[in-house]
C-alpha cells in the first residue's frame, strides 16, 4: 500500500477528508462507511504511482480511519492533486481530532460496559424470609 499524505478539516455538519495524491483516477474512488457506529471509514482508489503488473501489492490505495463521532453519506471529489472525501456529521460538536485515540477507545468502551439500566424485576429484600418449615403449635 502506498502512502499518501492527508489532511481534514470540519464544519458544523460535515467533515472532510483530503488525501494529496495526483493524477488519481476518478471512477476508482470509493468511500466506505461501516462499523457499529458508523465511525469506520476506508478510502479508496488505483494508485496512479503502482500498476498492477508491476507492483500487484501496492496497486491500490486504502487507509481505515476511525472517525472520532458517527458519519453518514460521503460525497467524492477528485481534482488533479487530490481526493476530497466529504461526509454528512451526525453532531455538530466541534471534534478535537480526526480519529479517536486509543485511550478514548478504551474510555467509551468502560463507558458502555458500566452503564445500568432501571428495572422492574423484584430483588431479594434483606428483610424476607424464606418459609422452611411452619413454627410448632402452641402448646396450651
Excluded: C
Excluded at 7 to 32: E, M, R
Amino acid at each position: 500500500m502506498s502512502s499518501y499524505r492527508h489532511d481534514w478539516y470540519q464544519y458544523a455538519k460535515q467533515v472532510t477528508i483530503t488525501v494529496y495524491a495526483p493524477n488519481v483516477d476518478p471512477a476508482t474512488v470509493s468511500a466506505d462507511i461501516s462499523g457499529p457506529t458508523s465511525q469506520l471509514v476506508t478510502i479508496s482508489f488505483a494508485d496512479p504511482r503502482a500498476t498492477a503488473e508491476s507492483d500487484p501489492a501496492n496497486a491500490t490505495f486504502d487507509r481505515s480511519f476511525e472517525l472520532f463521532g458517527p458519519v453518514s453519506a460521503a460525497k467524492i471529489n477528485v481534482t488533479k492533486r487530490k481526493v476530497e472525501v466529504s461526509f454528512a456529521r451526525e453532531s455538530a460538536a466541534e471534534w478535537p481530532a480526526l480519529e479517536v485515540s486509543e485511550a478514548d477507545q478504551a474510555r467509551q468502551r468502560a463507558a458502555a460496559a458500566a452503564r445500568t439500566y432501571p428495572t422492574s424485576a423484584k430483588k431479594p429484600s434483606a428483610f424476607t424470609t424464606t418459609a422452611s418449615a411452619p413454627p410448632p403449635p402452641l402448646a396450651l
